[in-house]
């Protein structure tokens, strides 16, 4: 009994090999990515913070430094973590947020804590107003050819080179 044996066209390997890179670069492309943003500080360390009793030096010490202070003083520290979900070219989805607030008093000791989830969140829409400016609105040809003509060559006019 002969085997006969099966040709194989050696130069369709490379172009299934080049197709199959191709499409798990696409694929894995497409993943989602997680972006964490911040660090809330640890639990235990938060439930141990105690209003009344502690400094900004004591919770310094116990959270490190906050992620913002308060915009018009330093009486409100803010500790922020967000966690955002990307896929492929989209804009992030935010999944999880969580805002610890801990307010101080005049003397420096923490007068409150509060932590804030997504629930608590409000959307906000920004102002679309713009700020108008005055002149004339050209158009691309106005704007490559408008200085034709233009040049000062009277008597008195500066030459460009000298």
């Known amino acids: 009994m002969t085997m006969r044996r099966v040709p194989t066209d050696r130069r369709w390997r490379p172009g299934v090999c080049a197709m ?21 500080p640890d639990a235990d360390a938060v439930l141990s913070i105690q ?7 004591q919770v310094s010490q116990l959270l490190g430094t906050p992620s913002a202070v308060g915009t018009f003083d330093d009486k409100t520290w803010y500790y922020i973590s967000k966690r ?9 989805n935010v999944i999880d947020q969580q805002v610890l607030c801990i307010k101080f008093d005049d003397a420096g000791v923490v007068k409150k804590v509060d932590l804030y ?25 106005q704007q490559l050819f408008g200085n034709i003509g233009r040049f000062n060559t009277g008597p008195g006019a500066k030459k460009p080179g000298y």
């Open 51 to 57: 209003p009344g009793v502690q400094t900004k030096d």
């Open 20 to 40: 199959t890179i191709v499409v798990a670069a696409v694929l894995s492309a497409c993943s989602a990515q997680i972006d964490q943003r911040g660090n809330l």
């Open 84 to 92: 955002t979900r990307t896929v492929a070219f989209f804009s992030p």
């Open 117 to 141: 989830g997504m629930n608590e969140a409000l959307a906000i829409d920004p102002v679309s107003r713009t700020t108008p400016t005055y002149g004339q609105k050209l158009t691309l040809l």
